[in-house]
């Protein structure tokens, strides 16, 4: 397949297409610049380049799959994103001459991560950076709550030196730490500490900046923002767009220092 037809059915999956011409643009961008790096090393799957599964690569949907899903607006729909993509064509993201990793999620809470906070590496083009207007997006903040007999069982099957007891959680389960973005750095749990990723993803939060509230019967979670937080917030891109910014300025907001050139 041609890596613009390929952008296409991911644009369309990643991102709304009722959002800002703008923003589409963006996000054609940060998926083909994310693509051409990722094909660098190879998926793998089933000996292919590049994989449809968005927890290992990026979400793709066909164009049969669109029109079953957008019905009578598939023909605006796919002309927006179709525009997005070729009026960005061969246009990549690079940082010193390198193709950058260009990651994305849907909403920052208000402010993105530095990559160093979730990945453990240092990037110097993924640093925390304000995200205002994100507060539209649906998934912007979320309750998940849990029972105190299963939240105890599952941190002690998790971290088997814990030593949790649903009766005392309020006396063993404490946030000890948050990065300046608001994401939970440390937790205490019992005797045991675990990162504020690794909760989110034990319980399966729409992200790492949450409180937590124990009650009589449950531990309550309210999170706030969506996805791992580093790199482009897609609802924060599309704020940028109503406010007049063009893909080059949103781009470059989300990741200092870069420039925007053709790779092919």
């Known amino acids: 397949m041609a ?10 999956a990643e991102m709304p297409a009722s959002f800002e011409t703008e923003a ?51 023909e605006e729909n796919l002309g927006k994103v179709q525009r997005a993509v070729w009026e960005t064509a061969g246009q990549a993201a690079f940082y010193e001459g390198e193709l950058i990793e260009a990651l994305y999620h849907s909403s920052a809470g208000g402010q993105t991560e530095d990559a160093a906070h979730v990945f453990a590496n240092d990037v110097p083009y ?16 979320d309750t998940v709550r849990v029972s105190r007999k299963r939240f105890a069982k599952a941190v002690n099957q998790a971290w088997s030196g814990a030593g949790l007891k649903a009766s005392s959680l309020h006396k063993q389960v404490k946030v000890r730490s948050r990065f300046a973005s608001g994401r939970v750095d440390k937790v205490k749990l019992g005797k045991a500490e675990a990162t504020g990723r690794e909760l989110r993803k034990l319980f399966e939060l729409n992200s790492a ?36 910014a063009d893909y080059k300025e949103i781009l470059a907001h989300y990741y200092a220092g870069i420039t925007i050139d053709t790779a092919y």
Request: proline letters at 1%.
């Open 3 to 12: 890596l613009e037809e390929y952008l296409v059915g991911v644009v369309a």
């Open 209 to 244: 900046n949450f409180t937590l509230e124990i009650t009589a019967d449950e531990v309550v979670f309210r999170t706030t923002g969506y996805g791992h937080g580093v790199g482009m917030s897609q609802y924060g891109a599309n704020a940028m767009a109503k406010e007049g």
């Open 126 to 141: 993924l640093v925390s950076v304000d995200s205002p207007g994100e507060e539209v997006s649906a998934a912007f903040h």
């Open 24 to 74: 589409l643009k963006a996000q054609a961008v940060a998926a083909r610049t994310y693509t051409l790096r990722r094909t660098e090393d190879a998926c793998g799957r089933g000996g292919a380049q590049i994989c449809t599964d968005s927890a290992c690569c990026q979400a793709y949907r066909s164009l049969s799959a669109l029109r079953e899903n957008w019905g009578g607006a598939y």
